[in-house]
């Protein structure tokens, strides 16, 4: 079961947006009758996997607590082009006001969760892991990373906060891999995560040495990812992490690393195309 999102913060986004959107108010819906009922629909023109539907009531909420949506599909759920996702009824203006920033958490983190999908497919069959990363976009974090976990891979870490992820500047600052592993264990929380970034081989065999239990490599061939799983052989966890895509996602699966982490999940979104079709009575 997905772990749904937080109340909280997807109030909070969908206050945002409305205020960006909306503002003082819209000028364009006060042209219709302020007693007119809108009865509407939202159609997915496209195949996709449903996200985002907690943010969609949200922002009808926050509008008019009134507005009724019933959803014929789920958070998770694999959409067929064409399907009907939902239905709403209500008054016609908050409706119309609403329409455009529902339907863009809608479709955007849709089509994070597609995304994801589409990746974990790709590698169905190996023991890799698909993980999303921090290239996020501003203020939706949390959400897209429920839309990976809606799409079947799995989160990394949330933020700066959570887990330690040594890059090549903090190897550089702490003097050596070895330094750094030692800094990271001696100031976290024995069940906090600690991760160190190597890029090529002669790295890899350092930080085996210096006890890190999880590893990723960055920006590996393939040769030298089935090279780094030999050498590893199971005394720590392997991520492989740089240039994946699609095409070549499954090569990277089969070298025998456990987990693949992919910024293209949340940083190059593809919206998914949703409409919502209305009619006043």
């Not at 109340?7 to 819906?29: F, I, M």
Request: charged share 20%; glycine share 8%.
């Amino acid at each position: 079961m997905i772990p749904r999102p937080d109340p909280a913060d997807v109030a909070s986004q969908v206050r945002l947006a409305l205020a960006e959107d909306v503002g003082n108010g819209d000028l364009t819906a006060a042209l219709v009758p302020a007693n007119a009922v809108a009865h509407a629909e939202v159609i997915v023109r496209e195949p996709a996997v449903l996200c985002g539907s907690a943010w969609f009531n949200e922002v009808f909420r926050q509008l008019d607590p009134g507005i009724r949506v019933d959803w014929s599909a789920s958070d998770g759920e694999a959409l067929a082009a064409s399907q009907r996702v939902c239905t709403l009824q209500g008054m016609a203006r908050p409706v119309l006001s609403g329409e455009r920033t529902a339907l863009n958490f809608l479709q955007t983190l849709s089509g994070t969760a597609s995304r994801a999908a589409q990746y974990v497919a790709a590698v169905a069959g190996t023991s890799a892991v698909i993980l999303d990363t921090r290239k996020t976009l501003p203020g939706l974090r949390l959400a897209q990373k429920y839309a990976v976990r809606c799409g079947g891979a799995s989160n990394h870490r949330i933020g700066l906060f959570d887990a330690v992820l040594i890059k090549e500047n903090h190897i550089r600052a702490a003097g050596s891999i070895a330094a750094a592993l030692r800094a990271a264990q001696a100031a976290t929380a024995r069940d906090v995560m600690i991760e160190i970034e190597v890029e090529n081989l002669a790295e890899l065999g350092q930080a085996l040495t210096a006890g890190a239990t999880r590893i990723l490599l960055d920006n590996f061939s393939h040769a030298q990812l089935r090279e780094a799983v030999r050498l590893t052989a199971g005394r720590a966890e392997l991520e492989a992490s740089g240039g994946v895509s699609l095409e070549s996602v499954r090569e990277i699966a089969l070298s025998g690393v456990d987990f693949i982490s992919v910024g293209q999940l949340t940083k190059d979104v593809r919206a998914t195309d949703f409409s919502m079709l209305f009619e006043t009575r």
